[in-house]
């Protein structure tokens, strides 16, 4: 009787099966070479493959100078600069104090600006979007509608960050004056339980809270309850529950 050939992974033929702690992933054509080139972030040493265009990937972090090694989460991908070529905004898990160390050492979000040469730098301090919250993701949009790339960044316990384009190479922080709130562990019910609650323009839109005792165990808030502000001009604080169904 004949055997099956055992399968082979995909990832080892191509060349992008890395064996580090990935946390995410972005293709995006780094080169404008026609191929969708790789991306990895993870906790240790980023990665960035190129595409070969054949079915195969070559890591060239080390030569495109990407490699972070903090601990990245997500990454944005845009023409922040409009010069033609895709930058990558790196989002870390940064300062995240504990019992053992009081002040950690600072894990600033990184943005890479695309040479063009197969190359790219760190303008991140220049630029003025070095963050270094709890960083959980990132993305780039044109807020303002002025054809610039600007940044949303979302942290873990609060202090989010919305970041203007000037369309100069930096950004301004806008948080504030463009009255976007995202608080964590606030209160819209009068109760003890952890809520999340998005502001926009100083009302509140959309609010998260558990319904219920929140399990401890892996899997998170399996009875959560999400609640829309329907927009009722007689009575502005009417609330539309929706029950959600979380499983790990």
């Known amino acids: ?16 099966s890395h064996t580090g702690k990935g946390r995410g992933c972005v293709f995006f054509d780094y080169d404008n070479d026609g191929w969708q080139d790789l991306y990895v972030t993870c906790a240790g040493p980023n990665v960035l493959y190129h595409n070969n265009g054949d079915g195969t990937f070559t890591d060239v972090t080390a030569h495109a100078g990407v490699g972070d090694e903090k601990h990245g989460t997500s990454i944005a991908v845009a023409d922040y600069d409009h010069d033609g070529w895709l ?6 898990w940064g300062k995240n104090p504990s019992l053992l160390i009081f002040n950690p050492p600072r894990k600033d979000n990184v943005l890479y600006r695309n040479r063009g040469d197969g190359t790219f730098e760190d303008v991140s301090q220049t630029a003025g979007v070095a963050d270094d919250g709890i960083g959980w993701g990132g993305i780039f949009f044109d807020y303002d509608g002025d054809t610039w790339a600007d940044l949303l960044v979302a942290n873990d316990h609060g202090g989010d960050k919305l970041y203007r384009n000037r369309g100069d190479g930096t950004f301004e922080d806008v948080t504030a004056s463009a009255n976007i709130e ?26 998260v809270k558990p319904k219920g005792k929140i399990p401890t165990t892996l899997g998170g808030m399996k009875n959560t309850e999400l609640l829309q502000n329907y927009p009722n001009p007689f009575n502005p604080e009417t609330w539309i529950p929706y029950q959600l169904s979380c499983t790990r």
């Open 1 to 16: 009787m004949q055997q099956r050939e055992k399968p082979v992974e995909p990832g080892l033929v191509a060349g992008v």
């Open 87 to 92: 930058d990558l905004y790196v989002v870390n």
């Open 182 to 207: 995202i608080t964590v562990n606030g209160n819209i019910d009068n109760s003890q339980k952890t809520n999340v609650n998005f502001v926009e323009g100083g009302n509140p839109i959309v609010a």
